[in-house]
Structures are given as structure tokens and as C-alpha cells.
């Protein structure tokens, strides 16, 4: 994931988001409730920083003010810890057994904590909170056989988080417009694409292939950058109704089009801190996941995860990722 906005950190596979059971078999999809339902917390944490895939520490990242050379990778303002938290609240429909529609919400906040040299914000930090871009997508099914199922699902993001977030930083007084790490929207129409495999035989175990394809700018001049990820999980059957899992994921995200310049200064070095760069934004992303899902009745489930960043090159020097967890309450088909 690299270092993300809150927008991209509520971007969840359109397989979380829906929480499909697609594994059901059609008779008894037919004899359940053609609607599912599903809550999806997540929380991440961003520390310490990369400069591509080496480590870098936050005192040669913060400027040290004068008597020391300024450049493109120090600044006067750090972010040391990113604290990102998601609710999304997911809706679908099986129109029939090859077609389903979804709807989801996110919820957002985010917290930042900052060291700078600036007198009186040696140490502060700044919030914002809100609802994000609403993901409205259709899934259809492609292949069925008796062992494998493919699906492909294609959507559009609708810009209805806010990207007019304020709050008071160093380089004012008062509130001034906030980074791109603390704006609860992209500002423009997307939309995601995915391709998702379930193998329905001996061994229980999905593949995905997805994409967030951005499109033009939004109100302020810029746009977030395109991601593609593959991902594959492999689930044990524990028991008839526990199934813990372990997944792997690949995830490319490009760096942020064009510049917000409301968070920029005049002068040689117009970059305060390095969550205003735009071009420190994006990366290449491998992760290990682990959790465990929990059929608990006939019509829900309960699913716990942590993963956590094995690889990380991003374009810095950026916050890089420490973990992420999530739990997921689902009422199935």
C-alpha cells in the first residue's frame, strides 16, 4: 500500500467488501435471503520511514533549521506516527445466481502525530474524521463447475469524501487546508475492477486480481495515484464452521498527479513536510496476512486478520506501513 490517504486505505478488495460466500452452492443461495449485509473495521499504523527500500531515520528526515543543509528529503515538519481507522458498511444483492450487485460506505479517521522545529509546534497533532467514497459495483460469474468459480466485478468510486480538510499546522495561523494524508476523499470518479478464482475442491483457496483506475482531477488539482494488486489466500477447514487462513499480496501504487498548492510554500524548498509532496506518495507493497473465519450461524460470519508489510520500496523518503488488522461481521446469502 506504500504510505495512503484515508481514501486508499478504505479501498477493500470488492471480495471484502461484499463478503461473498461464493462458494454456496446455487440451490441453497436460492433458498436463503437474496440480500448480505456486512461491517468491516480496519485499522493501520504508519512509523518510521523508507526512501525507497531503505531505511531512514526521522532525525535525518526532519531539518534541523539553521547552521544545516536543507534539501528535497528533509524538512522542517515530520509526521512520526499515522494511526488510520475504517468502518465500512457493505450491502448486496443476488439478482440471480450469475449476477449480484453491492453497495458500501466508509466511515474515516485519522490521526497524526508531527515533530518540527517551528516554534510552539515542536510536538502537535492534527485529526480528521468523516465519511469516505461511497463504491457502488456489479458482480458477474463468469465460470462454475463443480471446482472452481470465477467472477468479475467492476464499479465506480463516487467522490463523496471530503478533500477540504482543515486544521491548524505551522504553516499558518488558524486552520489551513491539510495534506493529502488526512483527506477523507480522492475528488474524482473511479473505478475498480476485479477478477477473483475460488476453488471449490479439495483445497479451499482464491486468487484476485484488482485495480483502482483514477480518472481526471478533482477540484484541487490533483489526482490520486492508480493501484493494481494480486492477492491469493488459502483457507484449512479447522472445523465445519472455523476456517483459518493465510494470504500473500502484491500491491503497486503510482505516486499522486498534480499538486494541491494550498499546502505549499513559496521558496526554493515549497514542501513543509513530506506527506505535502506528492511525488513522495506510492510504491510497491508485499504482505503476509493471517486470521480466521468464524461461520458462527446459518446466515453469519465472523472474521478476525492481521498482516503485515514482508517488503516495502516506496518512492521517499514516506511513512512507511507497521501493520494492519481487521474484523469483519457478515450476514451471508
Known sequence: MAQSTPSEF??????????????????????????????????AEFRGYLDGDAKRADSEVLWQGQGTQRSDENFPILPTVIDQQVHVFSMGYRINADWRVHASMPYITQSTDHISIVPDYDHFTIDSDGSGDAVLSVSHRLIATSEDIWWFTAGVSLPTGSIDEKGDTPRDVGN????????????????????SYQSMGK???????????????????????????????????????????????????????????????????????????????????????????????????????????????????????????????????
Do not use: C
Open 10 to 43: 478504505a479501498e477493500l478488495s470488492l471480495n471484502e467488501l461484499f463478503e461473498m460466500d461464493i462458494a454456496d452452492d446455487t440451490a441453497k443461495a436460492v433458498a436463503g435471503s437474496p440480500w448480505t449485509f456486512a461491517y468491516n473495521f480496519k485499522f
Open 176 to 195: 489551513q487546508q491539510l495534506p493529502y494524508t488526512m483527506q477523507l476523499g480522492s475528488g474524482t470518479y473511479d473505478f475498480p475492477v476485479e477478477f
Open 203 to 333: 483445497h479451499d483457496f482464491s486468487l484476485s486480481m484488482s485495480a483502482m483506475i483514477r480518472t481526471g482531477k478533482n477540484d484541487r488539482d490533483y489526482r490520486l495515484g492508480n493501484s493494481y494488486s494480486l492477492s491469493g489466500t488459502y483457507r484449512f477447514n479447522a472445523t465445519a464452521n472455523i476456517k483459518p487462513f493465510l494470504g500473500l499480496a502484491y500491491q503497486y501504487r503510482s505516486a499522486i498527479h498534480g499538486q494541491d498548492d494550498e499546502i505549499t510554500l513559496a521558496g526554493a524548498f515549497p514542501y513543509p513536510a513530506s506527506i505535502t509532496n506528492p511525488r513522495l506518495y506510492g510504491g510497491k507493497k508485499v504482505s503476509a496476512e493471517m486470521g480466521v473465519r468464524w461461520k458462527f450461524s446459518e446466515t453469519y460470519a465472523l472474521s478476525v486478520s492481521f498482516s503485515k508489510p514482508i517488503y516495502q520500496n516506496l518512492n521517499g523518503p514516506q511513512p512507511k506501513e507497521n501493520f494492519q488488522s481487521g474484523i469483519t461481521l457478515s450476514r451471508l446469502m
